[in-house]
């Protein structure tokens, strides 16, 4: 993404420790609307059954999310693309709801796709087909946002968020993009293809030994198509800076870049997902460029996607809510931060399954397991429910879980020593942390 990287981490900051505190969609994108932790906000996976964009989402949530201080304020706010993935379904108040905070609203119905779907236009349903020139989804994005910034002044402050899904599935590039990475492959890290591990929980101990040349070949399609798909997003990020530039805007706002969850290509004979507490999964990029940052630098200190709204707030000079979770990170701005400052914080996931037997996998029983990509690896399941302690200092790298299961399983890993967790330790739990085993459990109890 070599626009991003020149527009904004060349003018701004890398932050290289950006975690997310659940590795998955809706209940990473409520945390970053709330700065709040899954189980404080509610949201548990991608159903309305899970609290995504439910209605007692709407009703308990929505109103406090962050961008709501900002209209307040007088901001002018802009939302476009992906918001929770059951955003427009009738149950939930169809494309006629527009989450409060946002004057201007375009919101995806649904979950991710890159044609044929619908709008929601300021409450109006607004349908796409599948043109491959006219009708691709990052590219109308692009053209709403930068309609927004041509009416945008620098008397009245504004609030622009843009959510592309890409490169989330069905992993589909933008025609021109299609032929581009043919010679590019997954990583080959230590832990790809690994399989049937005796010292992971039981969802990775179902997995393979070793993947086959088909499931391979398939993992790195899915890798160069991902790819593909942002040099769309790279795209709209000149489009954006292009444009502030043009309206003198460029001077005074902030530009943000980053991702709700990490994703996994074969690690652990895991084909393609997320939801699993490694750092594959956890670990996201953030840049971020505007005034009074420093350019080219990069900061050490661990940022979470609970602390992108407090940051939010403290840049505007608005109160930041004593209920939040979350951080902020302004602060670190001014200066490159070369050491790791300690911090501890949480990682959750809430698995899921299925009541229905997955097709041409008799081995699973009904609510047993959720998701299964390709030769019957599935990549949730209703025993991966985990809560886990991240530690981050100069002196230590450390993550232990505990897992809602019949097992009481434990994971606990020494990233320092073993950065692609191949080695379980637990039971050794973080020593000089608050968090103790019993402690753990009584947060578990909160998430089931």
Same mark, same amino acid.
């Given at each position: 993404?070599?626009?991003?990287?020149?527009?904004?981490?060349?003018?701004?900051?890398?932050?290289?420790?950006?975690?997310?505190?659940?590795?998955?969609?809706?209940?990473?994108?409520?945390?970053?609307?709330?700065?709040?932790?899954?189980?404080?906000?509610?949201?548990?996976?991608?159903?309305?059954?899970?609290?995504?964009?439910?209605?007692?989402?709407?009703?308990?949530?929505?109103?406090?999310?962050?961008?709501?201080?900002?209209?307040?304020?007088?901001?002018?706010?802009?939302?476009?693309?992906?918001?929770?993935?059951?955003?427009?379904?009738?149950?939930?108040?169809?494309?006629?709801?527009?989450?409060?905070?946002?004057?201007?609203?375009?919101?995806?119905?649904?979950?991710?796709?890159? /044609?044929?779907?619908?709008? #929601?236009? &300021? @409450?109006?349903?607004?349908?796409?087909? $599948?043109? !491959?020139?006219?009708?691709?989804?990052?590219?109308?994005?692009?053209?709403?946002?930068?309609?927004?910034?041509?009416?945008?002044?620098?008397?009245?402050?504004?609030?622009?968020?843009?959510?592309?899904?890409?490169?989330?599935?069905?992993?589909?590039?933008?025609?021109?993009?299609?032929?581009?990475?043919?010679?590019?492959?997954?990583?080959?890290?230590?832990?790809?293809?690994?399989?049937?591990?005796?010292?992971?929980?039981?969802?990775?101990?179902?997995?393979?030994?070793?993947?086959?040349?088909?499931?391979?070949?398939?993992?790195?399609?899915?890798?160069?198509?991902?790819?593909?798909?942002?040099?769309?997003?790279?795209?709209?990020?000149?489009?954006?800076y292009l444009e502030l530039k043009k309206k003198g805007?460029?001077?005074?706002? /902030?530009?943000?870049?980053? #991702?709700? &969850? @990490?994703?996994?290509?074969?690690?652990? $004979?895991? !084909?393609?997902?997320?939801?699993?507490?490694?750092?594959?999964?956890?670990?996201?990029?953030?840049?971020?460029?505007?005034?009074?940052?420093?350019?080219?630098?990069?900061?050490?200190?661990?940022?979470?996607?609970?602390?992108?709204?407090?940051?939010?707030?403290?840049?505007?000079?608005?109160?930041?809510?004593?209920?939040?979770?979350?951080?902020?990170?302004?602060?670190?701005?001014?200066?490159?931060?070369?050491?790791?400052?300690?911090?501890?914080?949480?990682?959750?996931?809430?698995?899921?399954?299925?009541?229905?037997?997955?097709?041409?996998?008799?081995?699973?029983?009904?609510?047993?397991?959720?998701?299964?990509?390709?030769?019957?690896?599935?990549?949730?399941?209703?025993?991966?429910?985990?809560?886990?302690?991240?530690?981050?200092?100069?002196?230590?790298?450390?993550?232990?879980?505990?897992?809602?299961?019949?097992?009481?399983?434990?994971?606990?890993y020494n990233i320092t020593q073993d950065p692609f967790?191949?080695?379980?330790?637990?039971?050794?739990?973080?020593?000089?942390?608050?968090?103790?085993?019993?402690?753990?459990?009584?947060?578990?109890?909160?998430?089931?």
């Amino acid at each position: 993404m070599k626009n991003t990287l020149s527009i904004v981490k060349k003018h701004g900051a890398e932050f290289t420790n950006m975690f997310v505190t659940t590795p998955l969609c809706c209940p990473s994108r409520a945390s970053i609307l709330t700065g709040k932790y899954a189980h404080n906000h509610e949201v548990r996976n991608n159903s309305v059954s899970g609290n995504c964009n439910s209605l007692n989402w709407q009703h308990e949530h929505e109103d406090k999310t962050f961008i709501n201080h900002f209209k307040k304020r007088g901001y002018s706010t802009f939302y476009a693309g992906k918001y929770l993935n059951q955003y427009g379904k009738k149950e939930t108040g169809g494309v006629k709801h527009i989450p409060s905070g946002w004057n201007k609203w375009v919101g995806l119905v649904g979950n991710s796709c890159y /044609y044929n779907y619908s709008l #929601s236009v &300021n @409450g109006k349903e607004v349908k796409h087909g $599948s043109d !491959p020139q006219n009708d691709y989804l990052t590219n109308i994005i692009m053209k709403y946002s930068l309609n927004f910034l041509t009416q945008q002044n620098d008397t009245t402050p504004f609030f622009m968020f843009l959510s592309p899904p890409a490169p989330h599935g069905p992993f589909l590039p933008f025609p021109k993009y299609k032929n581009k990475y043919y010679n590019i492959s997954a990583p080959r890290t230590p832990n790809f293809g690994v399989g049937g591990e005796r010292r992971k929980h039981w969802l990775v101990r179902q997995t393979p030994k070793s993947l086959s040349k088909s499931v391979i070949e398939t993992i790195d399609d899915v890798f160069r198509n991902r790819w593909r798909t942002l040099l769309s997003v790279d795209n709209m990020v000149k489009g954006i800076y292009l444009e502030l530039k043009k309206k003198g805007l460029l001077r005074n706002t /902030y530009i943000f870049f980053t #991702s709700d &969850n @990490g994703f996994h290509l074969g690690q652990f $004979s895991l !084909p393609w997902d997320k939801r699993q507490l490694y750092e594959f999964d956890v670990r996201v990029p953030l840049l971020v460029r505007g005034p009074g940052i420093k350019k080219d630098i990069e900061i050490k200190h661990p940022v979470l996607n609970i602390d992108l709204a407090p940051t939010f707030l403290e840049l505007a000079d608005i109160p930041i809510p004593k209920d939040f979770d979350g951080e902020s990170f302004a602060s670190y701005f001014k200066y490159s931060n070369k050491m790791l400052k300690n911090r501890t914080f949480i990682i959750e996931h809430q698995g899921e399954s299925t009541d229905a037997s997955i097709p041409g996998c008799p081995q699973y029983k009904a609510g047993e397991v959720h998701t299964c990509e390709i030769d019957c690896i599935c990549e949730d399941s209703w025993n991966n429910t985990y809560l886990c302690v991240r530690q981050l200092s100069e002196k230590e790298n450390l993550i232990s879980c505990i897992f809602n299961d019949r097992e009481e399983f434990g994971e606990t890993y020494n990233i320092t020593q073993d950065p692609f967790q191949m080695k379980n330790i637990f039971p050794f739990f973080l020593k000089s942390s608050e968090f103790g085993i019993d402690h753990l459990k009584q947060l578990l109890n909160k998430i089931r």
